[in-house]
């Protein structure tokens, strides 16, 4: 017997997200990394339609072609949000003949992107479960998830952000020629169109003309409730930097140029190039720029992370015309596709390192909250017992039933 | 005539169940140990052969074998149940400061004793009956000794019964065993053992206030040290909260082997030693029998275990030096930080400083050469042990010292361990009332002497279980307490011969000396002598078993 306990850490993936696909591949990717000797690692995979599955076959992505639930050793688990069972509750409808149970956890990691995992609700259900998470919290995660608001930080903090116009679908429904005036006095053709809250490239347009404005519009108002209409930069390339960290101790990746940024960075583009994921997509490792606009943009990279409260790792994108040595922020994944296991692999971090640390970093997180009280004894419902509560006469009080 | 002959067999049968309820209370705080709660009783005519009983038997069935006049007389019977009556009516209870706990196991063990009891009696009636009835005295008589008997068997009753629960008892205890260690498996904790003389709970009560800074960790409750109250425990609590990464078992010794068995359900990882003292030396013999007890919490650890040590108890120190596990901590309040020995105490804290306020020192890693302030509101020096002790187990789990640092200084004392408040009337009360060592009473002493503005009262019931040096420990404690008090309540004029021998012998004025049976009336001296600004310290109050 040792005295080491194994760490026991769930990962998520998959999701109620147009990002479910590249979610299970990075879940996949995550679940492999885990030095088994440490870890028990348990897979939660949570459907398209938001269903919660758990069990060894999910492990398999061969699995994955029908409904995940008929497959032997799968069963349904959710999350409680109770202290108490700090875990998944296996079988929770569980009737008459089978018992649920509960599988404790110690680290919950959500490899999940986009909608309804990155953007700070998963978060919220771990802080309610008081287990230690990886990646950022609720605030930073459902921030970075909006990029109106994640602009609208970072302009406060000085750091560059495209030129933009932002716009409510209400309002494009209700009077879209007082838009288009209102596009057209700030910003220039050619435009990209963006919905606020997508992952991806789902939804995101470009115009060099009002028709095509109007009908990218239209297509981002599909998407979301909040519109976000930028300056296109047609003559730059993008610059990609992985974070790792807490707080004050940020370390930031080697810099990566994704290549055939010109034309535009379709879905199929950006993810599903070659057969596994992200790893044999095109790119230049390190970004082939000069020393000091790589340290700026390393700089800013960290400089950004901490802007918008964020911990554990993010991949921070950047939109670089490195001749006029103008960079633009663009945006920051939280839960990066594949956590940029690619671009740690420069430092010499293998991927087991990176989720190692990602988990020691969820402790360290959860360690720092657990200095916060949130416990607080008041006599104040002794009180109100004794006087009644003000504010609701004219109705009588509930009676105990009577037996 | 048959139906009185039942009546004063009943009445009687009545009694000795009432007995055996009242009995039950001191078997328990014997805990259950046939041979010492039977000695305990012995040792006091009034308690084997309570007097009010034996006049009403003798002087009952006296009266009626007397005043028989013609066969068939109810005389004899009705003497005879009027003395039933008197003898059985239960007597008015004493001070009773530790209640007796209606577990299920006593309840079990009652039940035993009931049903052994009135099969007893039925035999008794049984008898009675078979008797010829020309003569009414002879069976009243004999109904009312054989009555009588089952009262002064009582407590053999309440023994038997537990003998014959025993098994049952045994596969309860062996089911709830089981139950634990299935919901170790699942919780898959940390467990940190502690164990030592004294300063367990204290130690424990620390580590997890330091550990919570941080993590989640659970103690055992109060001062649950047993096998059945480390199950008690886990079954209750651990069961019930998937959310903790720590167990801290508090373990403690009454047999040799006791705590190898928790370590064998528990399997701790670190585990800590505090002390190594005569407390319970009567049940061990020697100080070394103590120490190999203690040991057994270092030598369950697994070969990458942890082990902490206090360095400067000489015997704990000898455990540090066995060299098992490969990793071991010790801490030290009495060596130099400048002058360590090789492979000395790692932690070790100087600088010292006691007030009211609590106790300030300074800790040092002479591993990392870190160094940092701490404070707590904690009184008694021993206390900066305990806090050493804890903080070693933190620090190897990742609690940086300036986190140690920050949660000492909100610690807490464990319940009634030199507990000090102020009474709305200016009374300062210091409770160290829990089970007192020679360690700690010096220290509690130390605080009670720093109380310069009114009288320093003491109220104490001496010292216990401390086998053969209970009176030489004893007679010191009155010697030092001579030095820091103005006045001195003894509880208990017999157990405290040696105390008071101590007091006076270093020139205690006998005028300030009071002597009083129990701890009622030493409270109500206190409140109507004490004033604002005067201090008391009650120090180790103990179990009725030894004031009665």
């Known amino acids: ?403 | 005539m048959t139906v009185l002959l039942f009546l004063i067999l009943l009445v009687w049968l009545i009694g000795a169940c009432l007995r055996i309820v009242r009995q039950a209370r001191f078997y328990q705080i014997e805990e259950y140990m046939s041979g010492r709660y039977l000695r305990w009783l012995l040792a006091q005519r009034y308690r084997w052969l309570p007097g009010r009983p034996f006049l009403a038997w003798f002087v009952g069935a006296g009266l009626a074998f007397f005043l028989a006049e013609a066969p068939g007389s109810p005389l004899p019977a009705i003497i005879a149940l009027l003395a039933a009556g008197i003898g059985a009516y239960p007597e008015r209870d004493k001070e009773v400061k530790k209640a007796l706990k209606f577990t299920d196991r006593v309840k079990r063990m009652l039940a035993a004793a009931f049903v052994l009891a009135v099969a007893l009696a039925l035999a008794g009636a049984a008898l009675v009956l078979s008797l010829p009835t020309d003569s009414p005295e002879i069976p009243a008589v004999i109904a009312a000794s054989m009555g009588f008997a089952l009262v002064i068997a009582a407590p053999l009753l309440l023994v038997t019964g537990n003998l014959l629960m025993t098994p049952v008892e045994a596969l309860l205890r062996a089911r709830f065993e089981a139950q634990a260690r299935a919901v170790l498996a699942e919780a898959n904790l940390t467990v940190i053992g502690i164990t030592g003389s004294y300063g367990k709970t204290s130690t424990k009560t620390y580590l997890a206030h330091i550990l919570n800074s941080r993590y989640k960790a659970y103690p055992t409750p109060k001062s649950y040290n047993t096998l059945m109250g480390v199950c008690i425990a886990i079954n209750n609590d651990i069961a019930n909260n998937r959310s903790l990464e720590y167990f801290i078992a508090e373990m403690g010794a009454y047999i040799p082997g006791e705590i190898e068995r928790i370590c064998d359900l528990t399997h701790p990882s670190i585990s800590i030693v505090v002390e190594v003292g005569p407390q319970h030396l009567e049940r061990f013999g020697t100080l070394e029998n103590i120490a190999s007890a203690k040991y057994e919490i270092i030598r369950a650890l697994p070969p990458d275990g942890v082990g902490v040590f206090n360095w400067d108890n000489p015997y704990v120190r000898a455990m540090y030096e066995r060299g098992y596990p490969q990793t071991r901590i010790a801490v030290s309040r009495a060596v130099d930080p400048a002058q360590v020995p090789a492979d000395g105490p790692r932690l070790i804290a100087s600088n010292v400083e006691e007030s009211l306020n609590g106790l300030s020192f300074t800790v040092t890693d002479t591993h990392s050469n870190q160094r940092e302030d701490f404070q707590t509101p904690l009184l008694g020096q021993h206390n900066v042990t305990n806090v050493l002790l804890a903080t070693a187990v933190a620090l190897h789990e990742g609690v940086p010292l300036k986190d140690v640092a920050r949660a000492v200084r909100s610690l807490q004392p464990a319940e009634s361990r030199l507990v000090r408040n102020v009474l709305p009337e200016g009374i300062t009360v210091i409770n160290d009332a829990y089970s007192a060592n020679p360690v700690g009473v010096v220290h509690a002493l130390r605080v009670l002497g720093m109380h310069q503005t009114g009288k320093r009262l003491l109220i104490t019931p001496g010292m216990v279980e401390l086998g053969p040096l209970m009176e030489s420990e004893n007679r010191k404690l009155g010697e030092i307490a001579a030095q820091y008090a103005t006045d001195v309540i003894l509880v208990g004029a017999r157990q405290t011969d040696a105390v008071k021998q101590g007091l006076l012998n270093v020139g205690f004025p006998a005028e300030r000396l009071h002597i009083t049976a129990t701890l009622a009336e030493a409270v109500e001296w206190y409140q109507t002598n004490l004033q604002t600004g005067d201090t008391v310290l009650f120090l180790n109050d103990l179990p009725d078993v030894y004031a009665s």
């Open chain 1, 1 to 403: 017997m040792s005295a080491k306990r194994k760490l026991t850490v769930a990962v998520l993936f998959g999701g109620r997200s147009v990002e479910h696909d590249v979610s299970v591949v990075t879940g996949n990717q995550v679940l492999r990394a885990f030095d088994p000797e440490r870890y028990e690692v348990v897979p939660v995979y949570i459907d398209r339609d938001g269903r919660w599955f758990t069990g060894a076959p999910l492990l398999d992505l061969k699995n994955y072609r029908n409904e995940v639930i008929s497959l032997k050793g799968v069963e349904e688990a959710i999350l409680s949000p109770a202290t108490h069972h700090h875990g998944l509750i296996i079988d929770p409808t569980a009737g008459r003949f089978a018992k649920s149970s509960v599988k404790r956890l110690d680290v919950v990691f959500p490899a999940l992107h986009g909608s309804h995992g990155e953007d700070g609700t998963v978060q919220g259900l771990c802080e309610l479960a008081d287990i230690a998470y990886v990646g950022c919290g609720v605030l930073a995660s459902a921030a970075t998830n909006d990029k109106i608001m994640t602009k609208t930080i970072l302009k406060q903090h000085g750091i560059p952000v495209v030129d933009d116009v932002h716009l409510t679908r209400a309002e494009w429904e209700a009077n879209p020629d007082g838009v288009i005036a209102r596009i057209h006095a700030a910003l220039p053709y050619p435009l990209f169109i963006k919905p606020a809250t997508l992952g991806s490239s789902i939804g995101v347009g470009r115009a060099d003309d009002e028709a095509l404005l109007r009908a990218s519009l239209d297509v981002a108002a599909h998407f979301d409730r909040s519109v976000l209409v930028e300056r296109a930069i047609t003559d730059g390339v993008e610059i990609n930097c992985a974070l790792l960290g807490n707080a004050q101790q940020i370390r930031a990746s080697v810099l990566e140029l994704p290549v055939s940024w010109d034309k535009f960075l379709t879905y199929e583009e950006k993810y599903l190039r070659g057969g596994e994921g992200m790893k044999s997509a095109d790119r230049i490792i390190p970004a082939p720029i000069d020393a000091a606009l790589t340290a700026r943009i390393r700089e800013m990279a960290v400089r950004a992370f901490q802007a918008v409260g964020g911990r554990g790792t993010a991949r921070v994108d950047f939109l670089v015309k490195p001749e006029a040595g103008e960079v633009y922020l663009n945006e920051i994944n939280t839960m990066p596709g594949s956590l940029a296991f690619y671009l740690w692999q420069h430092e010499g971090l293998s991927a087991g390192d990176v989720v190692q640390q990602l988990v020691e970093l969820a402790r360290e997180a959860q360690a720092e909250k657990r200095r916060s009280t949130y416990n607080y004894q008041t006599n104040l419902i002794e009180v109100a017992a004794m006087r009644g509560l003000k504010g609701v006469k004219g109705r009588k009080a509930p009676r105990p039933a009577q037996s």
